[in-house]
């Protein structure tokens, strides 16, 4: 008996249509895959810090006064005569590592406040904008708030404020303004800034004045400018002050200390 032979069924290539499809997906993915890496990087290259001065550093330790505290991701300074109960929270400028302001807010400390300065990713507040909310649940003693900060950090206190309405009794401005209307809030703002700062369009607009109600002290620093407001150093497009950083920083602290002064009571 003869055994027919087998079928063979016909083998039925992938359609070239659909090769060059999968071809195609791939080439795009890899491409995809190309601009997001390139993205990061020089996402990571731009955000690059602003380089401290040496007072920065020097100012991460305690005095006779005031107790340097850098747990937590914080910059945290107590002063040493007693509990306080009003107490001041910072956030730093855009790409300023938060030491940049540790030679004021030591200061500040020193005077009888507690003065937090907060830690935020890439050194930009707008990733973050509620990090003075863990600060203030950490610290029930504290019965009077501040809120406030430098650049993009003092929008962005002005921010958390316009989410957190009641958080704090007073925001402070360095060299910086509110987007948000937080004028119903009935906040105490003080405004200060260097008469050369390239940004005073902004911070004096009639918006600006007007998003942060009617109780707003200003302080013009005469000859100050933008990168003096802290301790570092490269602020682009920034005007050469005609007074030194101390000079400035003097007259910031002054009127920091004003308005922490109006909101409640340092420890005596």
Same mark, same amino acid.
């Given at each position: 008996?003869?055994?027919?032979?087998?079928?063979?069924?016909? $083998?039925?290539?992938? @359609?070239?249509?659909?090769?060059?499809?999968?071809?195609?997906?791939?080439?795009?993915?890899?491409?995809?895959?190309?601009?997001?890496?390139?993205?990061?990087?020089? *996402?990571?290259?731009?955000? #690059?810090?602003?380089?401290?001065?040496?007072?920065?550093?020097?100012?991460?330790?305690? &005095?006779?006064?005031?107790?340097?505290?850098?747990?937590?991701?914080?910059?945290?300074?107590? %002063? /040493?005569?007693? /509990?306080?109960?009003? =107490?001041?929270?910072?956030?730093? =400028?855009?790409?300023? %590592? @938060?030491?940049?302001?540790?030679?004021?807010?030591? &200061?500040?400390?020193?005077?009888?406040?507690?003065?937090?300065?907060?830690?935020?990713?890439?050194?930009?507040?707008?990733?973050?904008?509620?990090?003075?909310?863990?600060?203030?649940?950490?610290?029930?003693?504290?019965?009077?708030?501040?809120? =406030?900060?430098?650049?993009?950090?003092?929008?962005?206190?002005? #921010? *958390?404020?316009?989410?957190?309405?009641?958080?704090?009794?007073?925001?402070?401005?360095?060299?910086?303004? +509110?987007?948000?209307?937080? +004028?119903? #809030?009935?906040?105490?703002?003080? +405004?200060?800034?260097?008469? !050369?700062?390239?940004?005073? @369009?902004? !911070?004096? +607009?009639?918006?600006?004045?007007?998003?942060?109600?009617?109780?707003? /002290? $200003?302080?013009?620093?005469?000859?100050?400018?933008?990168? #003096?407001?802290?301790?570092?150093? =490269?602020?682009?497009?920034? %005007?050469?002050?005609?007074?030194?950083?101390?000079?400035?920083?003097?007259?910031?602290?002054?009127? $920091?200390?004003?308005?922490?002064?109006?909101?409640?009571? @340092?420890?005596?």
């Amino acid at each position: 008996m003869t055994t027919a032979p087998a079928e063979v069924l016909p $083998t039925n290539p992938t @359609p070239a249509p659909r090769r060059r499809r999968g071809t195609i997906l791939r080439i795009i993915g890899v491409a995809l895959l190309a601009v997001v890496v390139v993205g990061v990087v020089g *996402f990571l290259w731009w955000a #690059q810090p602003q380089p401290l001065l040496p007072e920065a550093t020097a100012a991460l330790s305690s &005095t006779e006064l005031a107790t340097y505290d850098g747990s937590g991701g914080l910059i945290t300074y107590t %002063p /040493t005569s007693g /509990t306080p109960n009003t =107490g001041l929270i910072l956030y730093p =400028g855009g790409k300023v %590592p @938060p030491a940049g302001y540790a030679p004021q807010a030591r &200061t500040i400390a020193e005077a009888g406040y507690l003065v937090v300065i907060v830690s935020v990713p890439f050194n930009f507040a707008v990733f973050d904008i509620g990090a003075a909310q863990p600060v203030i649940d950490a610290h029930p003693e504290i019965e009077h708030w501040v809120v =406030g900060g430098h650049s993009l950090g003092g929008a962005m206190a002005a #921010q *958390f404020l316009s989410g957190s309405p009641g958080a704090a009794e007073g925001l402070v401005f360095w060299a910086a303004y +509110s987007a948000a209307d937080i +004028s119903a #809030q009935g906040l105490a703002v003080a +405004s200060i800034y260097g008469s !050369l700062d390239a940004g005073i @369009p902004s !911070l004096t +607009s009639p918006t600006a004045i007007a998003n942060v109600g009617p109780d707003l /002290t $200003t302080t013009v620093i005469e000859g100050g400018n933008h990168e #003096q407001m802290g301790w570092y150093t =490269g602020q682009p497009n920034d %005007p050469p002050a005609t007074i030194t950083r101390v000079d400035q920083q003097a007259q910031v602290i002054r009127a $920091t200390e004003a308005l922490l002064d109006a909101v409640g009571d @340092p420890v005596r």
